[in-house]
Structures are given as structure tokens and as C-alpha cells.
């Protein structure tokens, strides 16, 4: 959580990340080393844009530019989760979840572009390609309400 703020509410600011591709499946990755998986997210760090976040997070977790993704669209407000207590950092008072904008992508690469190898310390090992509402039926359960009003508020932008 270096370099990020978290808000008067205790919330973390974050990005999520919807890479879709024109048949409508969407990039599901797999957490290293666990058999979780989720749609790549992370902190917007102090001074940041939620969109320069996103560009970043894009390249830190799955190796892609800009270049490689068209902005379809983006939740409009916050979209907060709160962790659950056994999760929760002892170091981090006051620190309840994460704030996140929902960002819909459509893949304009080709898909050898995805790639771990921009991280020292790579967040996902694996990813492949689900169909749009797949991830509803197995996110972790305190991050399903989150993934469900992104996806819906997302959905009418798919790329098709």
C-alpha cells in the first residue's frame, strides 16, 4: 500500500481492469502461487489519475500498453468492498477495503502481448479468456457485489 492513500472512510483508491476482446470474453488471470482467480486491480498511488493508474496497473500485472488497448468505458462512481477482518493488516489502522473505478478495455493486440514479465514480483502466472459474466460464479465471495455492478454498468459497452 506504499505511495497510496486511503480515504476518511478508510477505503483504499483502486482500479479494476475489464480487458474484452470483440467475441465478448473477457481476460480472467490467476493470482501466482494460488488457485484464485480475478480480474487484474490495483492502488492508485498519490498524485496518480484513476486512468493513470489503469495504464500502469495494465502494464505492472499483464504486460500491455496503451497501444495495445482501446478505453471503452468506466464506472461511474466508487465501487467499494470491504475486506474481510481476518485479512486486514494490524499495521493499517483505520484501513476497512478498497474504493475502486471499473474500467472496461477492448484488446486491440494480438494476444502474445500479454505477458508477466513487467513486474519484479509478478501478481498473476496465468490467464485465458471467459465468457463476460463467468467471473460473477467464482470471484471470492466479499468482492462478488463489487464485480457484479461493474459488469452490469459495463455491460451495454462491450465490444461485440
Not at 493513470?52 to 462512481?77: F, H, M, P, W
Not at 484488446?107 to 513487467?118: H, Q, V
Request: hydrophobic share 35%.
Amino acid at each position: 500500500m506504499r505511495d497510496c492513500v486511503i480515504d476518511e472512510n478508510g477505503y483504499r483508491p483502486n482500479v479494476g481492469i475489464i480487458l474484452a476482446r470483440n467475441t465478448g470474453q473477457v481476460l480472467w488471470a490467476r493470482r501466482a502461487g494460488e488457485n484464485s482467480w480475478q480480474f487484474p486491480q490495483g492502488g492508485i498511488k498519490l498524485k496518480e489519475s484513476p486512468e493513470e493508474a489503469l495504464y500502469r496497473e495494465l502494464r505492472e500485472e499483464i504486460g500491455l500498453s496503451q497501444d495495445n488497448v482501446e478505453l471503452v468505458s468506466c464506472t461511474k462512481g466508487w465501487l467499494r468492498y470491504r475486506l474481510p477482518k481476518r485479512m486486514l493488516r494490524r499495521n493499517k489502522p483505520g484501513f476497512v477495503g478498497q474504493k475502486q473505478k471499473w474500467f472496461l478495455l477492448k484488446m486491440i493486440g494480438e494476444d502474445e502481448a500479454i505477458t508477466f514479465e513487467y513486474s519484479t514480483k509478478p501478481e498473476f502466472d496465468h490467464w485465458r479468456w471467459v465468457t463476460f459474466w463467468y467471473p460473477l460464479g467464482q470471484i471470492i465471495s466479499f468482492k462478488k457485489d463489487v464485480y457484479r455492478r461493474a459488469l452490469k454498468e459495463l455491460a451495454p459497452a462491450l465490444p461485440s
